[in-house]
């Protein structure tokens, strides 16, 4: 039966694997589901980090504020 999910193959080391496996046994699902669960969170960290480094630097550089009101205004 074939599946709409992309299958992929990592290689991950003996702790890593005790490490999901602990993880997936806690939680009462197969291992490649909380793989994909963990790499999913990863990746929502990993934009946010980019995010808000983006932010920093618009922060950093900003001269000039304005009020809502005068942003509506316009």
């Known amino acids: 039966m ?3 999910k992309k299958r992929i ?3 991950i080391s ?3 694997d005790e490490a999901l496996s602990t993880a997936a ?3 009462g699902v197969p291992e490649a589901t909380k793989a994909a669960e963990l ?3 990863g990746l ?3 934009e946010d980090m ?6 920093s630097e618009r922060y950093r550089t900003s001269k000039k504020f304005l009020s809502h009101k ?3 205004r316009r």
């Open 2 to 4: 074939p599946t709409t």
């Open 9 to 11: 193959n990592v290689s």
């Open 14 to 16: 003996r702790d890593l």
């Open 25 to 27: 046994k806690r939680d």
């Open 39 to 41: 790499l999913r969170l």
């Open 44 to 46: 929502e960290i990993d």
């Open 50 to 55: 980019l995010l808000e480094q983006i932010a």
């Open 70 to 72: 005068a942003v509506w």
